[in-house]
């Protein structure tokens, strides 16, 4: 059991399968990224800000998203190519990369 | 019933970064000061203006005042006793690749800045984006000053009110001066609630609202009230150390941005809207938020990643030429005026506020205030 | 194009859920093609949210004791599809000078309206608590939604603080669904309820709902306490979540759990209602600023307010305060006003705001200990903000409302827009100056009202 979420119905869908932060994880077609990625883990992102810098990590701590319902803005999460989307209101599709860290200061060398 | 009438040395109108700066220098030169703001200090084009502590770009005759300010800057911190957040970490200007007579404008400025004492790096395209990389393919070429920087616009005024309350200048929010005129030797200036100040000097540096003020004393200085378009994206790691901007005839075009230090990118320019002074009221149209995205993009094409989360504007005095007004009045002795900054007044702000105390304390000051004259629009 | 009637009135609704969908029915009936523009995927808006297509539970499941309204509210928009300009998936980020800006796949446009009905929905009422910010806190309308609209619980162990019926009532979603509910922890003392239970009669079934909710928990042999304080929300930065521990009298309770659900009721979404410059007054009842509307939801300039993004008063009175609005609108834009049935839409409404003053007194909103957090406690999650650097803003700084209070300390200042950490910091404010709350005001909406990708691009000049 490593996943924050758990399942409790709808069990019974197409499996896809994603990578979050180069390793796979499997979920199931029709879950939003936040499902996929927190049935299979237990966080999104790390918080920017905060007094509490621990294990290598900037801000206070680990995030997993608080509202579900796009207003907190608390799930962004980074695509392989760099772009943001916000995991709650995303839906998983097969073969995407996703990163629950903010790419380095690199974000910025894109022309 | 009669209110207690306020006696100072010197009454301030107008309570953003000049006059509270104005307020902090006048009080460390032992004068009794009472500053009066409508709202709270530091609210409007002082608080909502994008932060750039940058000389390079001013007119050459702003220099040796925008000097005399980055002193101040460097040592704000120790000055007021809080952090105002001033990063001296550079300034880049550049041009975009359809208007390459700027190389020459730019070099031509160097010059003119170097003899002011603004050292000033011009770099080709290729130089640019070597060491900025984040730069746009439409970026022609730029100048780079080391020495320039910037701050947070929502801290400077408070702290210079505070620093200058800590002197014992006397800060007044939340009253409107309705009404001024000279009688004899004094200046008497009446509230909306009838309070009533006193002071032998007057200073007016009440932004978009002093032309109303001058006005009480036959100066009449049209002033434009306007909105500057701003914009700030969610924390990205800090990778962007200088402010950048660029230099264009095209209002449309004329887009900066800085990180701070948190990692969220201020975004500012392109097209100001108009704002209203009288209802104390400002919008962002949305209409020039979409311009400013587009040609910052250009600028930096990675900012076209972020996201913006908040918008905001405030209210700007701008005069006919753009430029400031600044000195002694020209028909009423005693009356001082420091206004009409037209949306570049950041930067400057501490300068203004010590010469003009300078000026008011001593009588004269080594700044030249010439192209400041108030009398320049034939009034 | 849309929106117009025989007359050429243009009159835009935002959101689709139960306010916007009897809104759209009511116009469409009176001869208008609405524009429709819902942020969500497919109607039924935050309360009757859809699952995917390939899901498979039946409307009694997903909505319980609301399954009839849920899908009636569902086919009657999917009737209306070919009869409005419906776009889905879309973002309102601004309102400015009679125009919607409308935000789709990194495109933008100005729509012109002469009439904007706003259905924008609430979201959930946060109060701080020591350790929020931890992995594993959720929203309670977050959890309700992880189970409705996803089949999943946040949690292996969920604990449910806060207070009001939506405590209880996603509290028996879970346990019924066969999740680990570990406790249910209400802010609000029982004694409350029993005083409050005159006007919560006003709607006897919703009443009996909630008195069944409260013994179907207990017969599951889930600890239920009321009146108690939370004292900390146990976790750890990497791993989020561990348990709770709340106190009553002086006594204190640790149960274990990797989630807390949380919330005290749910606040309006008026964004949209101030960027059109709808004018706000503060509503004692609650504690916080209400944008201003007439009986009918008319608010000024062309606008209308309808449903729970102008005051919360459930999704039953959403339905009727949608239709009210578009009556309101037609009547304005020239069209006959059917008298009766507005009257008979009030007397309903009545009876709702008769309830919601109840549900208040009921499960008041715990202003007293927001007021005295803990100084290491989180404020603003987004900006990781806490209690100490605010009230630092107050005394050092003297800030003396919100607004002021933002630009010193950062609260509000993030991503979410002091969605989250509004209503708290004002209380904050306000005891930190021993001045009502009322004189703390309120965070002023700015634009974006979520956030835009600065790759946005106007297409319609």
Redesign the interface.
């Known amino acids: 059991?490593t996943g924050?979420?758990?399942?409790?119905?709808?069990?019974?869908?197409?499996a896809i399968r994603l990578t979050v932060d180069g390793a796979p994880i499997d979920a199931l077609?029709?879950?939003?990224l936040m499902?996929a990625m927190l049935?299979a883990g237990?966080?999104l992102r790390d918080?920017?800000?905060?007094?509490?810098a621990?294990?290598g990590?900037a801000?206070?701590?680990?995030?997993?998203?608080?509202?579900?319902?796009?207003?907190?803005?608390?799930c962004?999460v980074w695509t392989a190519a760099?772009?943001?989307v916000r995991a709650?209101s995303t839906?998983a599709q097969d073969g995407m990369a996703i990163s629950t860290h903010?790419?380095?200061?690199?974000?910025?060398?894109?022309? | 019933m009669t209110s207690p009438i306020t006696h100072t040395d010197v009454a301030i109108i107008g309570g953003g970064l000049m006059g509270c700066s104005a307020a902090f220098f006048l009080a460390q030169r032992g004068l009794s000061v009472a500053l009066l703001e409508t709202d709270k200090v530091g609210r409007q084009a002082s608080g909502t203006n994008f932060g750039n502590v940058r000389r390079q770009g001013r007119p050459i005759f702003q220099l040796p005042l925008a000097n005399r300010a980055i002193r101040i800057w460097r040592n704000a911190r120790e000055m007021l006793g809080s952090d105002v957040e001033y990063l001296q970490s550079g300034h880049i200007r550049v041009c975009f690749r359809e208007r390459p007579d700027n190389i020459g404008k730019m070099e031509e400025y160097a010059q003119q800045a170097r003899e002011e004492g603004l050292e000033l790096e011009l770099l080709s395209a290729n130089a640019l984006r070597e060491r900025f990389p984040w730069l746009g393919p439409d970026v022609l070429a730029g100048s780079y000053s080391a020495t320039d920087g910037h701050a947070n616009p929502r801290l400077a005024a408070p702290a210079f009110a505070r620093a200058a309350a800590r002197l014992g200048a006397q800060i007044i929010e939340d009253t409107q001066i309705v009404h001024a005129e000279k009688l004899v030797e004094d200046f008497h200036l009446t509230a909306a609630d009838g309070r009533q100040f006193r002071a032998p000097i007057l200073l007016v540096t009440a932004g978009a609202w002093a032309g109303k003020v001058a006005g009480w004393f036959d100066e009449g200085i049209p002033l434009t009230p306007r909105a500057p378009t701003m914009s700030v994206t969610e924390p990205v790691p800090y990778a962007i150390a200088p402010a950048v901007g660029v230099m264009t005839p095209d209002e449309v075009e004329t887009v900066y941005f800085r990180q701070v230090a948190r990692g969220n990118i201020v975004l500012g320019g392109s097209t100001r809207a108009a704002s209203y002074p009288d209802d104390y009221r400002s919008y962002v149209l949305p209409e020039n938020t979409m311009t400013q995205f587009q040609h910052l993009s250009r600028l930096a094409p990675a900012l076209a990643r972020l996201n913006v989360i908040r918008v905001w504007s405030g209210i700007e005095g701008y005069t006919q030429d753009a430029l400031p007004i600044m000195g002694p009045s020209a028909r009423v002795p005693g009356l001082f005026h420091a206004f009409g900054f037209s949306g570049s007044g950041f930067q400057i702000g501490p300068g203004v506020g010590e010469t003009m105390a300078e000026l008011i304390a001593t009588g004269a000051t080594d700044i030249p205030i010439a192209p400041y004259a108030v009398n320049r629009f034939g009034g | 194009m849309g929106g117009s009637d025989m007359s050429g009135h243009r009159v835009i609704i935002i959101g689709a859920g139960p306010a916007g969908t009897r809104a759209a029915q009511t116009l469409v009936r009176a001869g208008l093609r609405p524009i429709v523009i819902d942020e969500g995927r497919r109607s039924g808006g935050q309360i009757y949210r859809r699952q995917p297509d390939n899901f498979t539970r039946p409307y009694s499941a997903l909505y319980g004791t609301e399954a009839e309204r849920a899908r009636d509210v569902h086919a009657t928009f999917d009737a209306l599809i070919p009869h409005i300009d419906y776009r889905a998936d879309t973002l309102v980020w601004n309102v400015a000078d009679g125009h919607v800006w409308a935000s789709c796949e990194g495109q933008t446009q100005a729509i012109p309206y002469d009439a904007l009905i706003v259905c924008s929905g609430a979201t959930d009422r946060l109060a701080p608590v020591p350790g929020w910010q931890a992995a594993g806190c959720y929203s309670l309308g977050g959890a309700q939604i992880a189970l409705k609209a996803q089949g999943v619980a946040v949690g292996h162990r969920v604990l449910f603080l806060g207070t009001g019926p939506l405590l209880y009532l996603v509290a028996s979603q879970y346990a019924k669904a066969g999740a680990d509910v570990a406790a249910v922890l209400d802010t609000s003392a029982l004694g409350l309820r029993l005083r409050a239970a005159g006007k919560l009669a006003a709607q006897p079934d919703l009443l009996w709902q909630g008195l069944r909710l409260t013994l179907d928990l207990k017969r599951r042999g889930i600890p239920v306490l009321t009146g108690i304080r939370p004292v900390e929300i146990h976790g750890h930065p990497h791993s989020g979540v561990a348990g709770i521990t709340v106190a009553r009298g002086g006594r204190t309770w640790r149960f274990d759990g990797d989630a807390v659900a949380m919330g005290w009721h749910l606040r309006p979404e008026t964004q949209v209602a101030d960027l059109a410059r709808v004018p706000f007054a503060f509503d004692a009842a609650t504690r916080q600023w209400l944008p201003v509307v007439d009986d009918d939801g008319r608010a000024g300039n062309a606008v209308y307010l309808a449903g729970d993004g102008a005051r919360i008063l459930g999704a039953r009175c959403a339905e009727v305060t949608g239709e009210l609005a578009a009556m309101a609108a037609l009547a304005d834009l020239g069209h006959v006003a059917d008298a009766d049935r507005r009257r008979a839409l009030l007397a309903q409404k009545g009876d709702y705001v008769r309830f919601a003053s109840g549900l208040a007194q009921a499960f008041p909103w715990p202003a007293d200990m927001v007021a005295q957090v803990g100084d290491d406690t989180i404020v603003c999650r987004c900006e990781s903000v806490t209690a100490a650097t605010l009230r630092a803003s107050v005394g050092a700084a003297h800030a003396q409302e919100a607004n002021r209070a933002k630009a010193f300390s950062r609260v509000g200042m993030g991503r979410c827009q002091g969605r989250y950490c509004g209503n708290a910091a004002a209380e904050i404010i306000a005891a930190a100056r021993a001045a009502p709350i009322e004189s703390a005001g309120r965070l002023r909406g700015q634009a974006p009202v979520k956030p835009i990708p600065v790759a946005l691009r106007r297409t319609d000049v």
């Open positions: 059991m924050r979420f758990r399942r409790l119905a709808e069990t019974d869908r197409p077609e029709g879950d939003t499902v049935t237990d966080a918080s920017e800000f905060g007094a509490g621990f294990e990590h801000g206070d701590g680990r995030r997993a998203g608080f509202c579900l319902m796009a207003a907190c803005q608390d962004w760099g772009d943001r709650c839906m903010q790419p380095e200061a690199s974000w910025a060398a894109v022309t």
